[in-house]
């Protein structure tokens, strides 16, 4: 089969990019290696600054979707003959284009590798994602079915951690970590939620608001302590011991659940397949140079890079990224269709008058 | 109260020895882990920060309290060696008490 671009991952990226290169008239195919096309936004209940229902979102975007979304693929093998990519299924079906966009998206941090935190020992400490989970349940609980009265959330979990190689800031777990706390405290108010941090990095529109939201409207209480060790009591219950640094004191805390903010890394599975981009992949492991050059940026070969493969975004910033890279894929396309390069593109973005 | 225009030349010289130090980011891990920060109240953060701002006296009565159990070092998310550190401390302090600093 063959098409103007593939673009391999249906996240929020892949499909902001599909939809623009399609609009631009390319033929475009996403493929997908989950049932459904989503990505890590078919994870989420409510998603940040705005609280906007996550499934809602994912409709909207994929109504916006009048190109071909292959799901359940698995790539086995991505080779390149005569300036096209080809990509290669389970099904040995052929998928070929000139321009190959990777938006792989990231994988959450596996907190098992926390080990003093007790992330797989002790049942009532959890991850973010699991009580995303829950959320979408409708329903929080703890290991025995009830109601937890104190919960603390846990930031920097494999984010800023050398003992752990990721030794980046994931940007987005402070505000996930405010949302979630938020959302608890909505549910149940007479809950008492802390949050363990280090530092609080709110540098998103609106995180700032939703951090003193949090504090003013929903009491959610902040603790500066980055958490050292967890131990289970006979009820199940954890102790969590850390420095509160603003005292100056050792402290610890029992509480009926723990959520853990794992960090986003790399999904770097895609690499197997593509072992000529090793000189893409950032120290940090995220693919492309990150640059704001974009002569750096892209490739010249028609590999392209968006979304979270390229390092921790929010929804936001990756179809944000995903529209800028979608310019520079159409812009290619058009110079190996070897029509007259524009000058001006059709879009114009100041109008003088 | 604290002089930030003094210099601190023991910090300077355990930099020099341990240049991780100067990665410490008072997270806390270390004195929230520490076998005997519950009593005394230091841990590895506090001694840091004496060495930075030049408490020398209450450092050096902090680090007597020190077992060498190097939990500190393990749970460190910058990955300071502590212990290495907490030994040049030790080092500097006594050459330079015995100068009067």
């Known amino acids: ?353 | 109260m604290i002089d930030q225009d003094k210099l601190s030349p023991i910090y300077e010289a355990v930099l020099e020895k341990v240049p991780s130090v100067s990665t410490c980011i008072s997270c806390g891990s270390c004195s929230g882990t520490c076998i005997s920060s519950d009593q005394t109240g230091y841990g590895f953060r506090k001694l840091v920060v004496l060495l930075r701002n030049g408490k020398y006296k209450q450092l050096e009565k902090a680090l007597e309290y020190c077992q060498f159990c190097g939990k500190c070092s393990l749970v460190c998310p910058r990955g300071i060696n502590t212990r290495k550190a907490i030994l040049e401390m030790k080092k500097y302090l006594k050459v330079h008490t015995h100068e009067n600093i």
């Open chain 1, 1 to 353: 089969m063959d098409f103007d671009c593939v673009i391999v991952g249906a996240g929020p990226s892949g499909l902001k990019a599909g939809h623009i290169l399609h609009d631009s008239g390319h033929k475009v195919c996403i493929l997908e290696k989950e049932e459904v096309p989503g990505g890590k936004l078919n994870t989420w209940h409510e998603l940040f600054p705005h609280n906007e229902s996550a499934p809602e979102v994912l409709q909207h975007m994929l109504s916006d979707v009048k190109h071909l979304i292959r799901t359940s693929v698995n790539i086995n093998k991505i080779s390149r003959k005569m300036g096209l990519f080809a990509v290669a299924d389970q099904n040995n079906n052929e998928y070929r284009a000139p321009a190959l966009l990777i938006a792989t998206g990231f994988k959450p941090f596996d907190a098992r590798l926390k080990e003093e935190y007790g992330y797989g020992i002790f049942e009532n400490v959890i991850t973010s994602v699991e009580l995303e989970d829950m959320f979408r349940s409708g329903r929080v609980t703890n290991s025995k079915g009830r109601i937890p009265e104190k919960v603390a959330f846990i930031h920097c979990v494999g984010s800023r951690d050398i003992k752990v190689g990721s030794e980046f800031c994931s940007a987005n777990c402070c505000i996930t970590g405010i949302k979630q706390a938020v959302e608890l405290k909505k549910m149940i108010p007479q809950m008492n939620v802390y949050c363990l941090y280090m530092d609080l990095r709110l540098g998103g529109r609106l995180y700032e608001y939703n951090y003193k939201t949090s504090q003013t409207d929903y009491k959610v209480q902040f603790i500066r302590g980055r958490l050292s060790e967890t131990n289970e009591n006979p009820d199940q219950t954890i102790v969590l011991r850390y420095e509160d640094t603003l005292a100056g004191r050792p402290a610890k805390i029992t509480v009926d659940m723990v959520v853990l903010l794992v960090g986003m890394q790399p999904d770097q599975s895609i690499l197997n397949l593509l072992p000529d981009i090793d000189a893409q992949v950032g120290v940090d492991g995220f693919f492309g140079t990150g640059r704001i050059d974009h002569s750096y940026r892209n490739t010249d070969d028609g590999l392209f890079f968006a979304g979270s493969c390229t390092g921790p975004k929010s929804v936001t910033q990756s179809t944000d990224e995903s529209a800028d890279i979608a310019h520079w894929i159409d812009l290619y396309l058009k110079r190996m269709k070897q029509t007259e390069t524009p000058e001006h593109h059709d879009r114009i973005w100041i109008q003088h008058s």
